[in-house]
């Protein structure tokens, strides 16, 4: 496959933007080789600056539920588009999407609209904070959620040791108040908790993870967490950016029957739009300036061209359940394809999938927090990667991520994959 276009704008782009990109994970750093350039997308399919053709499973990380270029979306913002980018002024359809999101996610009474995930799990720890008059917050290892300083920590080592920043320019000040626990372990949240008596604000967690690859809750989990925050009186944020409008038209928490006290969004909520939003419980939302003491605020927030397009792509979701189904059935025939091929090249790696998420890990480990996602054979990977780019299935650059299928997807397109799979790791093995 000819990628001299892409290589070529990679080197101009390491000149002007740090490491050629504007989000790290996009320069492939993690598969090695230069990233692919992409200049179009429609429906299953994204085509890159040397015409080249790929099959899309990561459909922009989440958001392109729909495929990419869905005709009502398309039709929604060119209308918006007519009537100027933005007024800085309250409008009507923030008012009708605020309404479609409490009607479709279970633990939202009131939401704020921001422009990112990132800003939404920033905003929302803020207002637990304020709320509860506490300082420290619990997150898990391996989940991410966004780039705010208080989530930049990695696990001590020991669940009940303090944070370390992830990166330079987070302060200590910062890191000691975020608590990190192992994902799926309950008795290591409880000892945080007890050892942190009436200190912790918000216990905040992705109720699947999309960030370590795909990690499903273990039964009783997040009933568990539920439990203990109604005990402690804990704000628990279920950090929905990725698993929201995706596992279910009200996300992982009608998935899952467990209500939140506060949820974030972002991703599918923008129809490719960049929108997230926080919301939950109309007494702790009103804590949020104007109506409380609580400050956030966001020249672009509610952006009418950004809200019409997330309008028209919720809209959509909300009349059509039958896309969850669609996509359940198409992420259990990958899954099963998957596996088949495993069984017959003698391999036992591990696929983990729910509805439209899944990750093929390169161990023979169940797949349960970071750790076990960590004994992945992440070399292998990155061959594996190229394999399948070369037979022209766009995945994410990363054993760490969940790859995202949309309704674009067909039965034929779904062989293809189940196909390139197969004979992309017959080639990487051999
Ligand atoms: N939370 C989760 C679970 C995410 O997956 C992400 C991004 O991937 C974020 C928050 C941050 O969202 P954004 O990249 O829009 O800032």
């Not at 504007?22 to 090695?32: D, I, K, L, Q």
């Not at 290591?188 to 499903?216: F, S, T, W, Y």
Request: proline share 5%; with cysteine.
């Amino acid at each position: 496959m000819n990628r001299t276009a892409s290589q070529a704008l990679f080197e101009r782009a390491q000149h002007f933007i740090p490491g050629g990109v504007n989000s790290p994970v996009r320069a492939f750093r993690a598969v090695g080789g230069s990233p692919v350039f992409i200049k179009s997308a429609k429906g299953a399919y994204v085509y890159d600056e040397d015409g080249n053709e790929y099959i899309e499973l990561i459909n922009s990380w989440g958001p392109m539920i729909l495929g990419h270029g869905h005709e009502l979306i398309h039709e929604a913002v060119a209308e918006a588009a007519q009537h100027s980018f933005s007024f800085g002024a309250p409008t009507r359809r923030e008012v009708e999407v605020a309404e479609l999101i409490v009607s479709m996610v279970p633990s939202v009474e009131k939401v704020r609209m921001v422009n990112s995930g990132t800003e939404a799990t920033m905003s929302a720890i803020r207002v637990a904070r304020g709320f509860t008059g506490r300082d420290k917050i619990i997150k898990f290892e391996g989940c991410y959620h966004g780039h705010g300083d208080s989530f930049l920590i990695a696990a001590g080592s020991g669940a009940a040791t303090f944070g370390q920043p992830d990166s330079p320019g987070v302060t200590r000040g910062v890191a000691n108040d975020t608590l990190t626990a192992p994902y799926n372990d309950l008795e290591a949240v409880r000892q945080l908790v007890d050892a942190n008596k009436n200190h912790i604000a918000a216990l905040i967690l992705e109720p699947v993870v999309g960030n370590m690859g795909c990690v499903l809750p273990e039964p009783g989990f997040l009933q568990g967490l539920r439990k203990l925050c109604d005990e402690e009186g804990i704000v628990l944020i279920f950090d929905e950016v990725m698993t929201g409008f995706r596992l279910a038209r009200g996300g992982a928490q009608e998935r899952f029957g467990i209500t939140p006290d506060m949820t974030t969004m972002g991703k599918i909520i923008g129809g490719g739009m960049p929108v997230g939003a926080y919301g939950g419980k109309a007494e702790i939302m009103n804590w949020v300036s104007p109506a409380g003491p609580v400050y956030q605020a966001g020249t672009l927030s509610g952006n009418p061209i950004a809200m019409a397009a997330g309008q028209a792509m919720l809209q959509y979701l909300n009349a059509h359940p039958e896309v969850y189904s669609q996509l359940e059935t198409a992420g259990s025939k990958l899954a099963a394809g998957f596996n088949k091929s495993l069984q017959k090249l003698g391999l036992d790696y591990t696929v983990n999938q729910i509805g439209s998420m899944y990750t093929l890990f390169f161990t023979n480990q169940t797949v349960k927090d970071f750790p076990s996602a960590k004994t992945s054979d992440l070399v292998l990977f990155g061959k594996y990667f190229h394999a399948m780019l070369n037979r022209g299935i766009y995945l994410g650059p990363s054993q760490f991520e969940s790859m995202f299928l949309s309704t674009a997807l067909t039965d034929k397109h779904l062989d293809l994959i189940i196909a390139a799979n197969e004979d992309a790791l017959s080639e990487v093995l051999s």
